[in-house]
């Protein structure tokens, strides 16, 4: 079974920085469609960017368009989110997950907002972010 595994997170101050990585324990996670969701207290979980397989075209949430970019490197098996300009909003626990079945209708905005179409995800990793 694949081990995702998020770093990355930590406190920060609103209008700073932060890039998230998510190590993958498999290299087929390159051909798997990817990305980064959080959850904050008394929230659901929501979407934030997501990765098509090996990076052919990115999805972002509302809340972070302009502000996050998503990447992969293939050559390390790994995730990133790069997050600037952040706000206390953004603060929440962050997780990367994939799916591994290579659904088709990954091209459609609503495939990123179903968390059933992700059957591997990694622990979490917390954001903190100070006004």
């Known amino acids: 079974q694949v081990q995702l595994v998020e770093s990355g997170g930590g406190l920060v101050q609103a209008g700073g920085s932060l890039r998230l990585s998510c190590a993958a324990s498999?290299?087929?996670?390159?051909?798997?469609?990817s990305g980064w969701f959080r959850q904050s207290p008394g929230k659901e979980r929501e979407f934030v960017a997501g990765i098509s397989w090996r990076g052919a075209f990115t999805r972002y949430g509302d809340s972070v368009k302009g502000r996050f970019t998503i990447s992969r490197d293939s050559a390390k098996n790994t995730m990133y989110l790069q997050m600037n300009s952040l706000t206390p909003e953004d603060t929440a626990v962050y997780y990367c997950?994939?799916?591994?079945?290579?659904?088709?209708?990954?091209?459609?905005?609503?495939?990123?907002?179903?968390?059933?179409?992700?059957?591997?995800w990694g622990q979490g990793t917390q954001v903190i972010v100070s006004s």
């Open positions: 498999e290299r087929s996670f390159n051909n798997w469609h």
């Open positions: 997950a994939a799916d591994r079945s290579g659904r088709s209708e990954a091209w459609q905005s609503s495939y990123w907002g179903r968390m059933s179409n992700f059957d591997s």
